[in-house]
């Protein structure tokens, strides 16, 4: 990760910088190879009445850049608050790239098998693979018919994945 640390209107202080390498150090640690970039501005607001101090945290990451603005009367404290904040911003970036790329995943992990059983009044069934292994379906997870549909027999596609009770489909459709 690239650090640049500029200030406007004041000197930096060793103490700021010593905590900007701790809390950078944090993220590097935590979010390693996701930013690329990180910049840290302070600046002593003399224009305003109240004075004190403005900090700004610019982080490069892949497809988006994330920007923090804190204000204070105490530049430490302003530091870690903005840290924690980009912090936060960076692992919602995480989660969210995280569960676009199950989603993708999932849609071109298709599966093919056959219904081995199903219960129309109890809302489940379960596929069977060539390889003799069964997954679980829930109607919920039905696409484009419903459970009356179906019959022993079916041939069917799927994805998976590891439900609570083993291997369950994320969504079934009957192959025409």
């Known amino acids: 990760m690239e650090l640049k640390v500029e200030t406007r209107n004041v000197d930096l202080r060793k103490s700021w910088q010593e905590k900007i390498d701790t809390e950078s150090e944090k993220l590097i640690r ?3 190879n996701f930013i690329l970039h990180l910049r840290v501005a302070i600046e002593a607001n003399t224009h305003h009445k109240e004075g004190g101090y403005e900090v700004r945290l610019v982080a490069s990451v892949p497809q988006d850049t994330v920007v923090v603005t804190r204000s204070g009367e105490v530049v430490r404290a302003v530091l870690t608050e903005a840290f924690d904040v980009l912090a936060l ?13 199950k989603v993708s995943v999932e849609e071109t992990a298709e ?7 199903v219960s129309p ?16 379906f829930h109607e919920n997870a039905l696409k484009g018919f ?16 590891f439900g609570d009770k083993g291997p369950q489909a994320t969504w079934v459709r009957v192959a025409r």
């Open 30 to 32: 935590h979010y390693a």
């Open 89 to 101: 911003q960076l692992k919602e970036i995480q989660r969210k790239k995280r569960k676009s790329v």
């Open 111 to 117: 599966k093919a098998g056959i219904v081995r059983m």
């Open 121 to 136: 009044g109890e809302s489940y069934g379960f596929i069977v693979e060539s390889n003799e292994r069964e997954i679980y």
């Open 146 to 161: 419903s459970i009356d549909d179906l019959s022993e027999g079916d041939s069917v596609y799927f994805a998976e994945e």
